[in-house]
């Protein structure tokens, strides 16, 4: 099991180690867990009582394959190749339809792979599929991700015709040295153009930066957030590059280029000076790593997290034990109250079974109970609102820690809630770590063994030991 201890009495360094930064999909499950019957969870009458749902559509084409990208995706040939796929995943939505009902939605995320490799009619297929199979009455979030690259008005407005109201992109970094390494092919022109047009046709805006790349210094890091805010979108995601989780390519690619992999400390500290120097900025943190421009309550920099504005889907997605994610195409996870149900990643095993076999494409593993789910995702959202959560349920250990992280400043008590402090915000992912019971511990410990086994490496995790950077 990882060793991760707690540094209470430290006024920063909360903790001896970090882990490779990752939000992790829990709760997690065995093998030994799986269940035989495919509709037991929907089945379950814990779902009477799910108070929000979100709805994951996977879209697993890409033009160019990113080597730091952990998602499962293919090289994108034909239209031809999507119009298959597409018919597939609508007959998955008219399938569990037809087994579970028409069902409230409350966030609906589109993402891949490359979503706007889609044409506008393909677009409009899949807006056909989800106005059918969804009630969209409460929904307040639709989300389709885009590649700056494949992006245009028309594909833009099919979306909006759909009802997207988020688009979110990713640019990674700016850097000309990085881009190669990472095989980003966009121009910084393309980039430019995308931003600006979404921009000019949606409400909510979103781009994603990466930091911690290897052998990356300051100046790189502050010309990258410098160039993200110029981009004006509403928020960016700036996170931590999981070095565990990507691909053994990138690894040779960084071997050749001669650069070492970022230690745990440098990587916390440059953390520290990105949320310092989008505070300068104007800027907030709404999320683990989300930041939007500052609201009057961050004004004096004493709220370590602003909510607004929210992202419902993550919101939802590292929620409570009562949210319900219901996941569509290869590769897609659903979490049901109780199960975990996880589609063929090969997309052509996802497309053979649906079609041919008119059968549910997912492995069923249940009962996977968590009431202290909530608690476990309260450093990445920041607040946990504590009758959301069934305190005579929740496993000792998890009650012991959270005292724990209260007496070590992590979060603070506000009668009705807890929420995160500065401190706490830094360390989230230790801290989401820390809250789970044993169990959970394990798998996260057994996962990145298996990662480390296959030739990847996170670099020297340490933080007892920092170097001053000047921050």
Known sequence: MFRLRLLPAQPLIKFNQQLPISNWAYPFHRDEDRHPDQLAAYATPKRAAVRRRAVYIHIPFCETICNFCPFYRGKYKSGLDIDQYLNALVAEMDLKRNII???????????????????????????????????????????????VKSVSPEKLQAMRAIGVNRVSFGVQTFSE????????????????????????????????????????????????????????????????????????????????????????????????????????LGYAPISGYSYAISDETCKDRRVAVQHSPKFHYHDILYGHHDDEIIGYGSSALSQIPGFNLYNPANRQAYVTRIMEGGALPHISFGPVEAPERGIVFLPYRGVLEKRRVPWDEVPDETLVALRQAEDAELIVDQGNKYEITKVGWLFYVNLMYYLMPAPGKRWVSDKIERQQQAGRSSGNTDLTELIPLGV
């Open 101 to 147: 009902g028409y069902y409230k939605v409350n966030a609906i995320f589109v993402g891949g792979g490359t979503p706007s490799l889609l044409s506008p009619p393909q677009i409009e297929l899949l807006g056909q599929a989800i106005a059918r199979n969804f009630d969209l009455n409460d929904l307040t979030e639709f989300t389709f991700e885009v590649e």
């Open 177 to 280: 040295t990085y881009r190669a390494l990472f095989s980003l092919d966009a121009t910084e022109k393309q980039i430019r153009e995308a931003a600006a047009l979404v921009n000019s046709m949606f409400p909510y805006t979103n781009m994603d930066l990466l930091y911690g790349m290897a052998g990356q210094n300051l100046d790189q890091l502050h010309d990258d957030i410098a160039a993200a805010v110029r981009l004006k979108t509403r928020t960016i995601d700036v996170y931590p590059i999981n070095n565990l989780a990507a691909s053994r390519a990138m690894h040779v690619a960084v071997a050749r280029a001669g650069l070492d992999l970022l230690p745990a400390a440098t990587r916390l500290q440059f953390r520290v000076y990105i949320d310092e120097l989008f505070q300068e």
